[in-house]
């Protein structure tokens, strides 16, 4: 999907990192507002069979970046078992839980960001070993996936939001009689 879309928009490229961990993945995006809307499209789309997308929450959008973290974008397969993954008890608010994870990506983005291009594969291949501190923890991600929190947004609302054409009724419409105007336009 990430090669299509970059093969279809010359304008500007998707960036951005994805985890795959044994029960679900975290991905992080870096494109233009038209490619993340065709991507909640095929993500609504896929979510409909089951399977991994089929729970897939959004954690931030976030719109005018100054610039971006990833150079291009990365893959990471994790082959490492959480013991206890399905005994999630959380201390913190969902919220706290949210930020942590964002806070981990973006380290994660800038200890990336700071390898030299020769060395990249190398530096995602020993993320674990080198960097465990800034890799997301499967058993807070698999809760947040379950859990249905305000604080996450589906792709399905993420797309009623930005796809439904605002219907605004105006109190105006809501009176009877209606309003006289006492004032001319002229």
Request: net charge negative; proline share 6%; aromatic share 6%.
């Amino acid at each position: 999907m990430v090669k299509n879309l970059n093969n279809n928009t010359q304008s500007e490229v998707l960036t951005g990192i994805l985890l795959v961990f044994p029960k679900h993945f975290v991905h992080v995006i870096e494109t233009f507002n038209d490619v993340i809307r065709t991507i909640m499209k095929d993500i609504e789309n896929s979510s409909t069979m089951d399977g991994p997308v089929s729970k897939a929450k959004i954690l931030v959008i976030s719109h005018d970046v100054p610039h971006r973290l990833y150079n291009m974008w990365h893959c990471k397969v994790l082959d490492v078992q959480a013991a206890k993954i399905d005994l999630y008890e959380p201390t913190d608010s969902n919220n706290r839980l949210v930020l942590d994870i964002l806070e981990q990506v973006l380290n994660l983005g800038n200890h990336l960001a700071k390898q030299p291009k020769l060395n990249l594969k190398n530096a995602l291949d020993s993320l674990h070993e080198k960097v465990p501190e800034h890799l997301p923890q499967q058993d807070i991600v698999g809760y947040l996936v379950e859990t249905n929190d305000q604080c996450m947004i589906t792709p399905k609302e993420y797309l009623d939001q930005y796809q439904t054409p605002v219907d605004v009724i105006l109190d105006s419409e809501m009176t009877w009689p209606m309003p006289i105007r006492l004032f001319p336009y002229n």
